[in-house]
Nanobody, 124 residues
Framework: QVQLVQSGGGLVQPGGSLRLSCAAS?????????RGWFRQVPGKEREFVAA????????VYANSVKGRFTVSRDNAKNTLYLQMNNLAPEDTAVYYC????????????????WGQGTQVTVSS
């Protein structure tokens, strides 16, 4: 049984930082090519944030977060991270981690395992 269990998130002031974690379990998720982060606000589609190749550590970012967010992984712990710095109100969303066996990191249709989602709210 594959599981992606998220932790982190919460309320932070503009300019603040948060770190999200996504711990994976299950044999098939270990074969993922990419693991990534998406976010969604009510009434909008889930959008790509960042992704990393599980073996090589190659990263991909959405333009809106480049230079502020950092995606990383700990292969030994089978855990994905998203460090979010200089947060802005427009970063407010539910954030999801996901795993994909394909090399299409920005397209949510190619991710077949998803975490439960965690709320990030940026507000003063």
């Amino acid at each position: 049984q594959v599981q992606l269990v998220q932790s982190g998130g919460g309320l932070v002031q503009p300019g603040g930082s948060l770190r999200l974690s996504c711990a994976a379990s299950g044999p098939t998720v270990s074969n993922s090519v990419y693991r990534g982060w998406f976010r969604q606000v009510p009434g909008k589609e889930r959008e790509f944030v960042a992704a990393i190749t599980w073996r090589g550590g190659v990263t991909v970012y959405a333009n809106s977060v480049k230079g502020r967010f950092t995606v990383s992984r700990d292969n030994a712990k089978n855990t994905l991270y998203l460090q979010m710095n200089n947060l802005a109100p427009e970063d407010t969303a539910v954030y999801y981690c996901a795993a994909s066996p394909w090399s299409r990191p920005k397209e949510r249709e190619y991710y077949n395992y998803w975490g439960q989602g965690t709320q990030v709210t940026v507000s003063s």
